[in-house]
């Protein structure tokens, strides 16, 4: 994880600058402020692997002499199945519907996507201290 927090630290690095001379050049502000959204987007992502990566194992892509077989195994807990995605999916495209067909949609999309991000967090916390 060490490689990939450097990887988006150069990454924001990079659009930091392109973000400035943009802005510079073209004075027009939509796409500076994208770039540097995406500067920020960049910043948090490197922090998050950087930080993590102080915290875990060093992984095969950390190791310069690792071959590919070395990376293989179990990558972590998936859940095979969920019906949160679902909603979530529903309540969004609701929302980005609203915009276009009028804001009184959100009031139908907000409750699905507040019960499908809430459930979706607490899918496997139900009952007293127990996993499914």
């Not at 910043?43 to 990376?71: H, N, P, S, W």
Request: aromatic fraction near 18%; include cysteine.
């Amino acid at each position: 994880m060490k490689i990939q927090g450097r990887m988006f630290f150069w990454l924001s690095i990079f659009v930091l600058v392109m973000a400035v001379v943009y802005g510079v050049w073209s004075k027009e502000p939509a796409g500076t402020t994208a770039l540097f959204l995406a500067f920020g987007l960049c910043i948090m992502i490197g922090f998050y692997l950087g930080f993590t990566a102080r915290r875990v194992d060093a992984g095969a892509q950390d190791d310069k002499e690792a071959d590919v077989a070395d990376g293989a195994g179990e990558l972590g807990f998936f859940s095979p199945h969920s019906w949160q995605p679902l909603s979530l999916a529903v309540g969004g495209a609701l929302a980005f519907l609203g915009i276009a067909v009028g804001w009184w949609l959100l009031y139908f999309s907000a409750p699905l996507i507040a019960i499908g991000l809430f459930g979706w967090v607490f899918e496997y916390y139900r009952g007293e201290n127990r996993t499914q």
